[in-house]
């Protein structure tokens, strides 16, 4: 069954750039939409983004300005880079698929999440 | 945005009894035009990512226990868990999808009374 992988630091220091990969396993990228959320400790979910296979994105407008989601179908993957990361930032990040015929916004499947620390 | 809140905070329950979480947007996510809630709720354990339970308000996700279930329309929602069973202990969030910004509820905290 498709699973899917986060990979990126750990530590990332302040003002620099959050760079995160999510691996797509078992299944194939093509003709889904995909998202990336984030969960600061022991608080709620914020939807980040998300990305169609062809390249089209929507962003949350509280991040957008520094958020770039790309997809790669070739490697059967899709990035996150966030600029200018402050400790507002540290979180753990997940990717996750947006649920066919679900509307756009449901999420099936996640990754297990990379903890992400923003800190010198 | 849209804003979603959560009743209560948290909630103790004796095994097997009914668990009943609410979900409030602060405007319709029901769209008119398939007379579809574009309301989501997941259950997340300690350490994991979230589970999707229910989308479309009320459909159940495969694989769901049939124990859990989703109602409700335009503003107000309801997840009900009705025997509550001790691997259920978790917190459980909504989120509505009618539109961009996707927004979380901030999450209700079910464990064994």
């Known amino acids: 069954q498709v699973q899917l992988q986060e990979s990126g630091p750990g530590l990332v220091k302040p003002s620099e750039t959050l760079p995160l990969t999510c691996t797509v396993s078992?299944?194939?990228?093509?003709?889904?939409?995909w998202s990336w959320i984030r969960q600061p400790p022991g608080k709620g979910l914020e939807w980040i983004g998300y990305?169609?296979?062809?390249?089209?994105?929507t962003y949350n407008p509280s991040l957008e300005s520094r958020v770039t989601i790309l997809v790669d179908t070739s490697k059967n993957q899709f990035s996150l880079k966030l600029t200018s990361v402050t400790a507002a930032d540290t979180a753990v990040y997940y990717c996750?698929?947006?649920?066919?015929?679900?509307?756009?916004?449901?999420?099936?499947?996640w990754g297990q999440g990379t903890m992400v620390t923003v800190s010198s | 945005d849209i804003v979603m809140t959560q009743s209560p905070d948290s909630l103790g329950v004796s095994l097997g009894e009914r668990a009943t979480i609410n979900c409030k947007s602060s405007?319709?996510?029901?769209?008119?035009?398939?007379?579809?809630?574009?309301l989501a709720w997941y259950q997340q354990k300690p350490g994991q990512p979230p589970k999707l339970l229910i989308y479309?308000?009320?459909t159940r996700e495969s694989g769901v226990p049939d124990r859990f279930s989703g109602s409700g329309s335009e503003t107000d929602f309801t997840l009900t868990i009705s025997s509550l069973q001790a691997e259920d202990v978790a917190v459980y969030y909504c989120?509505?999808?009618?539109?961009?910004?996707?927004?979380f509820g901030p999450g209700t905290k079910v464990d064994i009374k």
């Open positions: 996750a698929r947006v649920r066919p015929d679900s509307g756009l916004g449901a999420f099936d499947i």
């Open positions: 078992g299944g194939s990228i093509i003709s889904y939409y």
């Open positions: 990305i169609y296979y062809t390249g089209r994105t």
């Open positions: 405007q319709s996510v029901l769209y008119s035009s398939n007379n579809k809630n574009y």
């Open positions: 479309w308000a009320s």
């Open positions: 989120q509505q999808y009618d539109s961009t910004p996707f927004t």
